[in-house]
């Protein structure tokens, strides 16, 4: 009997100190005015629920409070978008207050000068600095042979081998960027650098806990050898003699203040860009392409349509001949390949902003600091917008004007909209273009594909390749 009584009351207890845990976040971030929701547990929040129900934990919150509702996650008090008006309204109004919210350990690793941290007109200058790179014209007159020379030589030996095309498409675009930014120098840091970016992208991926061992502090230390590789790199470049290069570089272009010399940028500025531009480009380009190799293997009729298209380009040139931007703009059927593969995958679930002030939204006050999770993921699968969702089918991107629409945030919206979107695209198209008129491949199977909370294989996809 006496067991019986401890044990009820350690039941009540426990009872009694959860509904306290549970109110604690509650009454923490009481506010008037605030979207409904819930806060969850002190500090952890809803993440748990959250990284392991995955989209589940979104969709089912929205059953429960709407398409716009407040919870805590990662660390931070949050409120969570999912209407499709509201996503533009934020996505725009960056100059009301509506900053990027990205998590401390990014911002700390990825430098103060980095895109994402900076607002107002020094994120104008940094904005103009970069499109002055990547416009249009730079891809046709200066990226593109770049391009193409690297993807072909990525994957010329590939014949006859079992590879694993997810440790070959970070490869690619990782050596593709540096490529871009150091021209022939590149092969002579990459052996020093590649391990390094990889150490930093981890880092940024990581709880700000500076301790030794943890992916923070090797992402922070990573970052310090790239700065130090950039700055001399940079140095060289000043005291060789013959700067004026017949094909100039990004970091060439970088160092004359811009093709015009409009856009003058101090060394820090310079190594911050870089590192933008190898990190914004990495992820999002690398496991495009292994999800479009995925979906090509499990889509017969797709890959043979793509294969035509790049057949016939191949079939009007000698085998030597580059690509050249008449035929990366003839490529319509892989760059609907490209969007539907984005779109499928869900590569981007959505974007980070936080408040810089208190601020009216939807009717509702929230509150200074908190952030915004503009997440994109659901419009992806909406059969309103996409008939049949879950369908891989490129074929829905040939009207160009479902690229167009304002529900498209695959490449994000408003004033932080994606400046690199057609560099990814042609990278994307030319290690396809190489890829699919030199091999066949099959998967070895067996090879898990995670979806969430990023799309990746945890041990690799390995595919065995052979040439036609
Ligand atoms: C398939 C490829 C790509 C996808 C899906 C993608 C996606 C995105 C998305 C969703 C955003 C919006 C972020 C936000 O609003 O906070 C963004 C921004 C950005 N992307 Fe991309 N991206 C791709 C390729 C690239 C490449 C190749 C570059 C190389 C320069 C690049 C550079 C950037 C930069 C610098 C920003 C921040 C812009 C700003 O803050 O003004 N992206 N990208």
């Not at 969007?339 to 408040?355: P, Q, Y």
Request: charged letters at 25%; a positive charge.
């Amino acid at each position: 009997m006496a067991m019986f009584i401890v044990f009820v009351w350690v039941v009540f207890f426990l009872c009694i100190l959860t509904t306290a845990l549970l109110k604690w976040n509650e009454v923490k971030y009481k506010r008037n005015g605030l979207p409904p929701g819930t806060m969850g547990w002190p500090v952890l929040g809803e993440t748990t629920e959250f990284l392991k129900q995955g989209p589940a934990f979104m969709k089912n919150q929205r059953s429960r409070y709407g398409s716009f509702f407040r919870s805590h996650l990662l660390g931070c008090p949050t409120i969570v978008s999912m209407d499709a008006e509201l996503n533009r309204y934020i996505l725009v109004n960056e100059a009301k207050g509506l900053v990027p919210g990205y998590p401390q350990s990014m911002l700390d690793i990825l430098g103060k000068c980095n895109i994402a941290a900076v607002h107002g007109s020094a994120h104008k200058y940094m904005r103009g600095a970069l499109l002055g790179l990547i416009n249009p014209t730079m891809i046709r007159d200066n990226l593109l042979p770049k391009i193409d020379e690297f993807m072909r030589s990525h994957v010329s030996n590939w014949d006859n081998k079992i590879i694993d095309i997810q440790e070959k498409t970070k490869e690619m675009a990782f050596l593709s960027s540096l490529r871009q930014i150091a021209g022939p120098e590149s092969g002579s840091i990459s052996e020093a650098f590649m391990p390094e970016f990889f150490k930093l992208v981890l880092g940024t991926l990581s709880l700000p806990i500076n301790l030794p061992n943890t992916n923070y502090r090797r992402g922070f230390q990573a970052r310090q050898n790239i700065v130090s590789l950039l700055r001399n790199l940079i140095e060289d470049r000043r005291r060789a003699s013959s700067q004026e290069k017949q094909e100039p570089d990004m970091l060439y272009l970088l160092m004359k203040g811009g093709t015009e010399g409009k856009y003058k940028l101090s060394d820090n500025e310079i190594i911050d860009l870089i590192i933008t531009i190898l990190y914004s480009g990495y992820e999002t380009i690398s496991t495009t392409s292994m999800m479009a190799v995925k979906y090509l293997h499990d889509h017969p009729k797709v890959l043979e349509e793509l294969r035509k298209e790049h057949v016939s380009i191949r079939a009007r040139k000698k085998p030597e001949d580059p690509l050249t931007y008449e035929d990366f703009k003839s490529m319509s059927f892989t760059r609907a390949v490209i969007f539907e593969t984005s779109r499928l995958a869900t590569i981007v679930n959505g974007v980070l902003r936080k408040t810089t002030k208190d601020m009216e939204i939807n009717g509702y006050i929230i509150p200074e600091g908190w952030k915004i999770y503009v997440y994109t993921r659901e419009i992806n699968y909406d059969p309103q917008i996409y008939p049949d969702p879950l369908a891989f089918n490129p074929w829905r991107w040939l009207d160009k004007s479902t690229e167009n629409q304002h529900y498209f945030l695959i490449f994000g919206g408003g004033t932080r909209q994606c400046p690199g979107k057609e560099l990814g695209v042609a990278e994307i198209s030319t290690f396809l273009h190489y890829f699919l008129t030199s091999y066949r491949w099959e998967e070895v199977g067996g090879d898990k594909l995670m979806k969430f909370p990023r799309v990746e294989a945890p041990n690799g996809l390995h595919i065995k390749v052979s040439s036609h």
